[in-house]
């Protein structure tokens, strides 16, 4: 029986081909919304979103998921939680749309220092504004302050670097392998930018990160870019640094944006004359899509051929595993069975196994995290089989 793919977003047709050309049944429903998703995707093994939320009710209503992949970087329109309860892997395309979507703010930038969206505007009501529209400041030798210094910020600070700006950046910290958010310092930050861009995840470190205080640490009449999340900055606190401050804003993504492709759409952002908005289409260059498609095409491979999740999001970062077994054994049938056996008699449970064989087929070498230690009765019942080479045990 063939894998079933849902393509629930657009899609390259080329990269389409290529995975009915794995044999995969796939079904392409770009129009898909997430609430059309629970029936569509009940009987998918795959399912591939762009921006289409995977909800609680889609995951709880599959009957064969597997895996969930995120034609993109984030995977904020996943529901994590849900796919951790009934094992189903979240992969995503990291680093993927990085050029794209740091072209992108650098043209929100000019924009905003250009007035260039107001130009054309006139233009075509037939108004001339010359005078108005000369007064551009120039981005030759401002402080640009990256917020968020990850495979976007990069593109942006190589592209602004170009322009001959000086260019600061408040990077994301590592402590003890988990993810956090360090922004301490950011009134110092804040304060020398003439220009600020938010390259962020949504996070519950990074929720509302740009509110009225943040805007007070703003130099008057500085220029704000937004092409992360749209939680990421306080809306109403944005307005009002624009009243009192001058704050000029561009962004890509804000609070109520459609679902759909097409239609109506209502904002407090409206009809701004400080505020640039533009479709969420960051990511959507065709360099990027077939980047993205590519990407997801790989992941698909990997999965089909060996098991393997490529960008595998939902793995537990950290498990309750204390104890490392490692045995070598003779690569025959029922082996590992004893030894699991012996295991399942002491009550342990195995948080992570990972079984490899040496060239030529004769040894294999199983690696076991554990919950809790091995006894040394059990230790010897394993070495006591003659097909097992060698057994340790450590504490980890």
């Known amino acids: 029986m063939k894998i079933k793919v849902l393509v629930a977003d657009k899609f390259p047709d080329k990269y389409i081909q290529q995975m009915k050309d794995l044999e995969l049944d796939v079904i392409y429903n770009p129009k898909l919304g997430e609430k059309d998703l629970p029936e569509a995707g009940k009987d998918a093994d795959i399912i591939v979103v762009r921006s289409t939320v995977v909800n609680e009710e889609t995951i709880n209503s599959s ?17 994590i939680a849900a ?29 905003l220092d ?4 107001d130009n054309v505007n006139d233009f075509n009501k037939g108004v001339w504004n010359k005078d108005k529209y000369s007064k551009g400041k120039g981005l030759k030798g401002k402080t640009l302050g990256l917020i968020g210094v990850g495979n976007i910020g990069k593109e942006v600070a190589k592209r602004a670097l170009a322009f001959e700006m000086n260019v600061y950046g408040k990077d994301i910290t590592r402590i003890e392998g988990i993810q956090i958010k360090d922004f301490s310092e950011m009134d110092q930050l804040l304060a020398l930018c003439d220009v600020v861009t938010i390259h962020l995840p949504a996070t519950p470190q990074t929720k509302g990160l740009f509110n009225k205080q943040m805007f007070s640490y703003m130099k008057d009449g500085a220029y704000l870019i937004n092409t992360s999340r749209q939680d990421i ?10 009243k009192e401050k001058n704050i000029r804003y561009a962004c890509d993504v804000f609070k109520g944006e459609p679902e759909s492709k097409t239609g109506e759409v209502s904002s407090k952002l409206q009809n701004n004359p400080n505020i640039y908005v533009t479709h969420h289409i960051g990511a959507s260059t ?10 997801t095409i790989n992941i698909i491979k990997h999965f089909v051929h060996s098991g393997v999740i490529e960008h595998w999001v939902n793995r537990a970062k950290k498990t309750d595993a204390h104890y490392q077994l490692v045995v070598k054994h003779y ?20 948080e992570e196994i990972e079984n490899i064989i040496f060239e030529g087929g004769v040894a294999a070498c199983c690696t076991m995290k554990l919950k ?13 089989n003659s097909n ?3 057994v340790s045990h450590v504490e980890i």
């Open 286 to 295: 065709a360099q990027a899509q077939d980047a993205v498609a590519e990407e």
């Open 233 to 242: 900055v306080v809306e109403d606190d944005l307005l009002e640094a624009i």
């Open 388 to 390: 097992v080479i060698s």
């Open 63 to 79: 009957e064969k998921l597997n895996l969930i992949i995120r034609a993109g970087s984030g995977v904020n329109n996943i529901n």
């Open 83 to 111: 796919a951790n309860k009934k094992g189903i892997y979240v992969a995503n395309c990291p680093g993927m749309n990085a050029v794209a979507v740091a072209e992108l703010a650098i043209g929100l930038m000019i924009s």
């Open 114 to 117: 250009r007035f260039i969206p």
């Open 331 to 350: 690569d025959k049938p029922g082996v590992l069975a004893a030894i699991l056996d012996v295991i399942r008699q002491g009550n342990i449970n195995i």
């Open 372 to 384: 809790a230690a091995v006894s040394a009765d059990m230790l010897k019942t394993m070495r006591e």
